[in-house]
């Protein structure tokens, strides 16, 4: 794989999108100098696929692998069962599949707009290596097992060790409810569930990798926002 994304620092600024992680204008990659179109497009521009169906006003690559998810395993586990108490999904879905588009290592950064079609050259590394972050140890049978569980109903009825949906999530005035993913049969915890992706001011925390609530002031605060413990 050719590694085109530049050195930048994968920590935010909780000042916006501009100058985040997730700000690509000045990639040489990115012909249109452009922050917002290598996710979203306002209008389809007559292409031939469907991207803009995933929501969003989507405009990059999906990948096509699939994964082994944390939540499969406790059909099958008790050990697992007992961590796993809200309906799940087999694979990701809604806003995480959009995330996983880049971060899964899979598809190129610049498969976006008019280079949907074509073969990506710049990727995403391991979170141990600059210029990342694709998820780390993945692997080449996308294991998910060692990341938090993802397309999957956050659910504190079923489980009394999670926090109510009116909870405070950080200091910005935002309940855990608002940052789930609502659909048909309950509200959904996604990637952007803990990580504000467009840096927002007052949402994402300046210093962490665009965490909405801190991990050391309080210390593991944004675990405890959510799990009861």
């Not at 406790?74 to 796993?84: D, G, L, V």
């Not at 610049?110 to 590394?125: I, R």
């Not at 925390?205 to 405890?224: D, N, Y």
């Given at each position: 794989m050719l590694l085109g994304v530049p050195a930048v620092s994968l920590a935010g600024n909780g000042a916006g999108i501009s100058g985040s992680p997730h700000d690509f204008?000045?990639?040489?990659?990115?012909?249109?100098?452009?922050?917002c179109s290598v996710c979203h497009v306002p209008h389809d521009n007559n292409r031939n696929d469907t991207l803009f169906a995933n929501g969003l006003l989507w405009n990059h690559a999906l990948s096509a692998a699939t994964y082994r998810m944390y939540a499969e395993e406790a059909a099958a586990s008790i050990s697992f069962a007992n961590h796993i108490d809200g309906v799940f999904d087999n694979e990701p879905v809604g806003g995480s599949k959009l995330c996983l588009g880049c971060h899964d290592g899979t598809v190129g950064v610049d498969q976006f707009d008019a280079n949907t079609a074509g073969p990506g050259t710049v990727f995403v590394l391991p979170v141990s290596q600059v210029p990342g972050p694709a998820i780390p140890n993945v692997g080449a049978e996308k294991n998910l097992l060692g990341t938090h569980p993802i397309s999957i109903v956050y659910d504190p009825v079923a489980d009394a060790n999670l926090a109510p949906l009116t909870d405070p999530m950080g200091a910005s005035g935002t309940t855990i409810g608002d940052v789930l993913e609502p659909t048909a049969v309950g509200p959904k915890l996604q990637?952007?569930?803990?990580?504000?992706?467009h840096d927002s001011t007052g949402e994402a925390i300046a210093g962490t990798k665009l965490l909405r609530e801190s991990m050391t002031a309080p210390a593991s605060g944004l675990c405890l926002t959510c799990h009861l413990k």
């Amino acid at each position: 794989m050719l590694l085109g994304v530049p050195a930048v620092s994968l920590a935010g600024n909780g000042a916006g999108i501009s100058g985040s992680p997730h700000d690509f204008s000045a990639s040489a990659w990115n012909t249109n100098a452009d922050i917002c179109s290598v996710c979203h497009v306002p209008h389809d521009n007559n292409r031939n696929d469907t991207l803009f169906a995933n929501g969003l006003l989507w405009n990059h690559a999906l990948s096509a692998a699939t994964y082994r998810m944390y939540a499969e395993e406790a059909a099958a586990s008790i050990s697992f069962a007992n961590h796993i108490d809200g309906v799940f999904d087999n694979e990701p879905v809604g806003g995480s599949k959009l995330c996983l588009g880049c971060h899964d290592g899979t598809v190129g950064v610049d498969q976006f707009d008019a280079n949907t079609a074509g073969p990506g050259t710049v990727f995403v590394l391991p979170v141990s290596q600059v210029p990342g972050p694709a998820i780390p140890n993945v692997g080449a049978e996308k294991n998910l097992l060692g990341t938090h569980p993802i397309s999957i109903v956050y659910d504190p009825v079923a489980d009394a060790n999670l926090a109510p949906l009116t909870d405070p999530m950080g200091a910005s005035g935002t309940t855990i409810g608002d940052v789930l993913e609502p659909t048909a049969v309950g509200p959904k915890l996604q990637c952007a569930s803990c990580h504000d992706v467009h840096d927002s001011t007052g949402e994402a925390i300046a210093g962490t990798k665009l965490l909405r609530e801190s991990m050391t002031a309080p210390a593991s605060g944004l675990c405890l926002t959510c799990h009861l413990k």
